[in-house]
């Protein structure tokens, strides 16, 4: 039986020794976050967010617009933050309605404030293998989890499946960083299984239940990303638990896995971002 790659004990251990640090802050750091339309999933993933966030004394500021909002108002919202000095974290809740161009409100947030390293100048950086601002935080709490288990990634096999430029793209880049040799997969792989049964560590990032027993070969190491509803609607994975994790050495469950890491790099890349401001403004 695999062991649990345990996503909420170590969010509880970081996420204290984070609210001591801030404890000690007179001023405290602030995360604001624009959230466009009433998308169900996105209203929680915010509101997880603002908890978090308040539950350590960050300072959290949600601005709303509705569905129908043009781009250009939420441009000058992020010009305003990104002159605001009291804020030093900006992020927007993805994805946004379709006539707005992503990349460009995106692009519009001030590099030293991108808390979850989406912008091209960050991205570039990370792709060169400079440091960016801060690590994207799906792909930093996998790395997290990994670490806290041992787990390195130097010249081990690490299969991707999923490109998606929030998690697929940059995970493969830090495994790379790591010394990893990295295998992309997608929706246009072709015989996807005969490629993750190559794997000594897989990550899936999906969003449909994709990875079965017959797809993994016994000692791998399993990391589930994926968010979907299973045939009885109990919110799952990627990976098929049951099965994977009697061939699996490790395995992160849905939930409890690698969401509350996500949200821990959000709220450790709030308090990075805040730190290096005030160190550039001595
Ligand atoms: P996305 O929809 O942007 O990307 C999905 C990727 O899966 C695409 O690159 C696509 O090519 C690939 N894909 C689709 N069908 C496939 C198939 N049959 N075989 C191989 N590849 C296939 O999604 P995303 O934003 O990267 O998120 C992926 C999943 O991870 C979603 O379920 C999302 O909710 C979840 N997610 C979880 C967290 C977390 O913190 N737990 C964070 C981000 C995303």
């Known amino acids: ?44 993933y915010v509101n997880n967010k603002k908890r978090a966030a308040e539950s350590l004394g960050i300072v959290s500021e949600v601005f709303e617009y509705p569905g129908n909002v043009a781009e250009e108002e939420i441009i000058k919202k992020i010009q305003e933050l990104n002159a605001d000095k009291s804020v030093n974290a900006i992020l927007v809740q993805l994805p946004l309605p379709e006539h707005i161009n992503s990349r460009r409100v995106i692009n519009s947030i001030s590099p030293e404030k991108d808390v ?36 390195d990634l130097d010249g081990k096999h ?23 040799t990295v295998t992309v997969c997608h929706s246009h792989t072709k015989n996807l299984a005969k490629i993750t049964k190559t794997a000594e560590v897989l990550i899936s990032a999906v969003g449909e239940v994709l990875i079965k027993e017959d797809m993994v070969v016994k000692g791998c190491i399993v990391i589930d990303v994926g968010i979907s509803k299973n045939s009885v609607g109990k919110l799952c994975g990627d990976v098929d638990f049951n099965s994977v994790s009697k061939v699996a050495s ?13 949200i821990t790099s959000l709220m450790l890349n709030t308090y990075d971002l805040y730190c290096e401001q005030k160190k550039r403004s001595l």
């Open 116 to 151: 979850d390293c989406f912008t091209d100048t960050n991205t570039g950086k990370l792709f060169a293998g400079q440091p960016p601002a801060v690590y994207p935080c799906t792909p930093k709490g996998i790395l997290l989890l990994l670490d806290e288990y041992g787990i």
């Open 250 to 262: 490790y395995i992160s469950p849905v939930p409890g896995g690698v969401g509350p890491m996500t």
């Open 158 to 180: 690490v299969v991707v499946v999923g490109r998606s430029n929030i998690v697929g793209k940059p995970m493969s880049m830090m495994a790379l960083n790591r010394n990893a």
């Open 1 to 44: 039986m695999a062991i649990i790659l345990d996503g909420k004990k170590l969010r509880d251990k970081l996420l204290e020794e984070l609210k001591l640090k801030i404890d000690r802050l007179s001023e405290k750091p602030c995360l604001a976050v624009i959230l466009v339309g009433d998308d169900t999933p996105s209203r929680i």
